[in-house]
């Protein structure tokens, strides 16, 4: 009797791990960071890619009888600790053709306390419906560090409770040096956008003020003899990058109007793109052949 049992357990498991490697051929999931090093409150994006080896189309969903979704995210800091997600993540159905790939984009940062500095390491949990079983990813790695503050400004009016302040900070990874800014809820301490403005040379320290519709202006050297004119909302919203050189015997600053109005001085307008199309058309013009008359 113990031997049938045993043998019944045995049958059991080798079923279970056959299940598990067919789901797992059926397919492949890669899991891939947007990138290796995250300013705090920077959106931490993850992106999950699944490939179809199955022969046939498939529809993965969430189960109704469990209500699991068909995609987790496991994450745990230096520590080994993990982390208890802040809010559900549901994810609506996917269908994948056969033989084709589709990669799903998810901000972690919405349901995990990935805004604080430390090193994470995650991976994802696919659930295939059905029998089809559940399978992890590979796991990557990624770090959140403060930078180096150089800026802040508050806004706003504190008897309407709407303070908020802008904070710059330089972020310097293996490779270059990184503008950020952050906009912050005085009230509540709650960070509402964070984003990089680009790239900065450090070796002259970004200038920044604000106008008189509290639009915040950064001035940044971004390149030798080229500097970036960016603007940011109350709002939050980037108005874009606008690029300069330096005038004969000046180099570009932010000039304070009585009006309130923020301007360059001392700078030339350049486009870089316009540049880069007339260097790609003279490029074009020397690859002719030259004409030979006879």
């Not at 059991?12 to 995250?38: F, G, P």
């Not at 805004?115 to 770090?143: D, H, Q």
């Not at 403060?146 to 972020?171: A, K």
């Not at 984003?195 to 450090?202: N, P």
Request: charged share 20%.
């Amino acid at each position: 009797m113990r031997f049938n049992l045993r043998l019944l357990s045995l049958i059991c498991l080798v079923t279970a791990i056959l299940n598990l490697n067919d789901a797992c051929a059926q397919v492949q999931a890669s899991l891939s960071m947007s990138k290796r090093e995250y300013i705090a409150h920077e959106p931490v994006v993850a992106t999950v890619t699944l490939t179809n080896n199955s022969g046939r189309d498939l529809l993965i969903h969430t189960e109704e009888q469990t209500n699991l979704n068909w995609l987790d995210f496991e994450i745990k800091n230096s520590q080994g600790t993990a982390l208890s997600p802040l809010a559900a993540m549901n994810f609506g159905a996917v269908k994948i053709p056969a033989g084709r790939s589709i990669a799903k984009s998810v901000d972690l940062t919405g349901a995990f306390r990935v805004t604080e500095p430390g090193r994470f390491r995650c991976k994802a949990v696919i659930r295939l419906p059905g029998k089809g079983g559940n399978f992890v990813t590979n796991t990557t790695y990624f770090s959140v560090t403060l930078g180096r503050q150089v800026y802040s400004q508050r806004i706003g009016n504190p008897e309407l409770g709407n303070v908020r302040e802008y904070r710059l900070s330089i972020h310097n990874s293996t490779r270059k040096a990184s503008l950020y800014v952050h906009l912050v809820d005085i009230r509540t301490g709650r960070n509402l956008q964070a984003f990089r403005m680009g790239d900065v040379i450090t070796s002259k320290s970004p200038k920044a003020t604000v106008d008189r519709e509290n639009n915040l202006h950064v001035l940044s050297l971004v390149a030798p003899n080229l500097y970036a004119h960016g603007t940011v909302t109350p709002a939050g919203t980037y108005l874009g990058t606008k690029y300069y050189k330096p005038a004969a015997g000046r180099k570009p600053a932010l000039a304070t109007f009585n009006n309130g109005e923020v301007m360059i001085s001392g700078g030339i307008s350049y486009d870089p793109k316009a540049e880069a199309q007339s260097r790609a058309r003279l490029r074009k013009l020397s690859e002719r052949p030259r004409m030979t008359f006879r």
